[in-house]
Nanobody, 127 residues
Framework: QVRLVESGGGLVQAGGSLRLSCVHF????????MGWFRQAPGKEREFVAT????????SYADSMKGRFTISRDNAKNTVYLQMNSLKSEDTAVYYC????????????????????WGQGTQVTVSS
């Protein structure tokens, strides 16, 4: 059973930055594409970004492009989400997720392929 633990959330002013981390406790990190999703109160879960097994390919939601950067350190079993120029509408619980994929360079992974999820970390952006 894979366990994912997010950290790094908190309260930040609009325009500020945060870096989220997600540690994958298991032996399968290198076989997984990793993703970040978020859910704001009263809204559905939303795709944020994904990264391939190799780290060489990434995908972003349009509203995050240029502001958010996903990366991974396979030696540390950790995926990161650097969030810059934060806006009040970025306020949400952020979740990381893992998906088994065979293609090491595949980052386009549908949400239904993510089989393991973390407990989430709250990000609050004050305006």
């Amino acid at each position: 059973q894979v366990r994912l633990v997010e950290s790094g959330g908190g309260l930040v002013q609009a325009g500020g930055s945060l870096r989220l981390s997600c540690v994958h406790f298991g032996r399968t990190f290198g076989y997984c594409a990793m993703g970040w999703f978020r859910q704001a109160p009263g809204k559905e879960r939303e795709f944020v970004a994904t990264i391939s097994r190799s780290g060489g390919s990434t995908s972003y939601a349009d509203s995050m492009k240029g502001r958010f950067t996903i990366s991974r350190d396979n030696a540390k079993n950790t995926v990161y989400l650097q969030m810059n120029s934060l806006k009040s509408e970025d306020t949400a619980v952020y979740y990381c997720a893992a998906a088994w994929v065979t293609d090491v360079n595949r980052s386009a992974v549908g949400v239904n392929s993510f089989s393991s999820w973390g407990q989430g970390t709250q990000v609050t952006v004050s305006s």
